[in-house]
């Protein structure tokens, strides 16, 4: 249970596995001894190994895994139907519709394997969450309110309620705090062009190690710079994503 809707090799990650659920599916004449190895051979890669049944794996993976990605892409083909000619929807689309569409981009040709593959346990996924989307429905078109307020209720608590998942090499969200107070570095005044230097006054990084290897908060001062270009070092600083920069 890995991956993101990037496709292709310049999106593989040496995370992929790291913390995600591996899960391997047992028959009544499975070899213990054979188990025992695949599942030590997966855990060494940095996966944790669940056993289940192959019923139960189908139809646990058609509802969090194969029916979301057939509701993402049925929402996108929705709204680009009925989309207005200057694209309105498409330029205002804002976060919530991005966050709940983002596996929208995944493959086409994988995931029509996948319902290929899964087909009964989809539909009957499918068919529930009809019955689950009708609720909904119902409770609007009667305002209920109470009602609607309790869907959208139990929808928060459970969803809040799910495990946070890290790749990397913690386990569990961790919080860094590091403040450090380093003096700069006078450069002599008889060089024609300064070197940019940067001192770290403070990082302060709250975030799951997921976040650590893309998005930390950096605030850089610079020291000095007498005469350089955006071709020096500090262009070097830019272009890695340092943010608060003063120019």
């Known amino acids: 249970m890995a991956g993101s809707e990037a496709?292709?090799?310049?999106?593989?990650?040496?995370?992929?596995?790291?913390?995600?659920?591996?899960?391997?599916?047992?028959?009544?004449?499975?070899?213990?001894?054979?188990?025992?190895?695949?599942?030590a051979f997966i855990s060494s890669l940095g996966a944790l190994t669940p056993i289940m049944s192959p019923e139960k794996h189908d139809f646990a993976t058609a509802c969090i895994s194969h029916l979301p990605h057939v509701i993402a892409a049925s929402l996108v083909n929705f709204v680009a139907e009925n989309d207005f000619a200057d694209e309105t929807m498409k330029t205002i689309a804002a976060g919530g519709f991005r966050d709940i569409t983002r596996i929208a981009s995944s493959s086409p040709v994988m995931w029509q394997h996948i319902c290929a593959t899964n087909r009964d346990e989809i539909l009957k996924?499918?068919?529930?969450?009809?019955?689950?989307?009708?609720?909904?429905?119902?409770?609007?078109?009667?305002?209920?309110?109470?009602?609607?307020?309790?869907?959208?209720s139990s929808a928060k608590d459970y969803r809040d309620d799910l495990p946070l998942k890290n790749k990397g090499y913690f386990l569990r969200p961790t919080s860094f705090i590091w403040i450090l107070q380093m003096k700069p570095v006078p450069l002599p005044r008889s060089r024609q062009h300064w070197q940019p230097t940067a001192s770290v006054s403070r990082i302060l990084v709250l975030c799951t190690t997921e976040n650590l290897k893309r998005c930390p908060a950096y605030r850089v001062i610079r020291s000095g710079c007498h005469g350089c270009s955006r071709t020096c070092s500090q262009q070097a600083l830019h272009d890695s994503r340092i943010l608060d920069y003063p120019r």
């Open 125 to 152: 996924a499918a068919a529930l969450y009809q019955k689950s989307l009708q609720d909904f429905i119902t409770s609007i078109t009667d305002q209920k309110e109470d009602a609607v307020i309790r869907l959208f």
């Open 7 to 39: 496709i292709g090799y310049d999106h593989s990650s040496p995370y992929l596995l790291e913390n995600a659920y591996y899960i391997l599916t047992v028959t009544d004449d499975f070899s213990r001894e054979r188990l025992a190895d695949f599942s």
